[in-house]
């Protein structure tokens, strides 16, 4: 199938949205025809790193979120606009935001050990 092309793909009930966030992605919550999540950050230079990790994995996988930004907060919107309303495809990236975005290295027990506790490293505000 050529990009440009559509398939018919599944849209989801807002119960059955509703039903699939609590299971799959409790930080998330549908409003207004969209799934949505507001990642707070500890700054600007925070805000833009979260936009860019956004940004890539949304054109790695060809899907694209709406985001409102602002200083301290990012807000990332999915609603598949060809298929007008909620499909796979937005559970899958938002899954995919979710690991990435809110990874902390340092609860593995591995190499990485995740920024410091130190207001000068702070990034993400995790839940």
């Given amino acids: 199938m050529a990009w440009r092309e559509t398939d018919d793909e599944k849209t989801y009930s807002d119960e059955e949205v509703e039903t699939?966030?609590?299971?799959?992605?409790?930080?998330?919550?549908?409003?207004?025809?969209?799934?949505?999540?507001?990642?707070?950050?500890?700054?600007?230079?925070?805000?833009?790193?979260?936009?860019?990790?956004?940004?890539?994995?949304a054109e790695a996988g060809f899907h694209h979120p709406d985001m409102a930004i602002s200083y301290?907060?990012?807000?990332?919107?999915?609603?598949?606009?060809?298929?007008?309303?909620?499909?796979?495809?937005?559970?899958?990236?938002?899954?995919?935001?979710?690991?990435?975005i809110m990874w902390q290295p340092g609860k593995e027990n591995g190499a990485l050990t995740g920024t410091p506790d130190d207001a000068r490293f702070k990034y993400i505000k995790y839940d």
Wanted: aromatic share 10%; no cysteine; charged share 30%.
């Fill in 20 to 57: 699939r966030l609590k299971a799959e992605l409790p930080h998330w919550y549908l409003e207004n025809g969209w799934i949505r999540r507001k990642y707070k950050t500890s700054s600007w230079k925070s805000t833009l790193m979260v936009v860019n990790t956004v940004g890539h994995l």
């Fill in 72 to 100: 301290a907060f990012v807000i990332v919107k999915l609603m598949n606009h060809a298929a007008k309303g909620i499909t796979d495809k937005d559970f899958e990236l938002a899954k995919k935001i979710e690991d990435v």
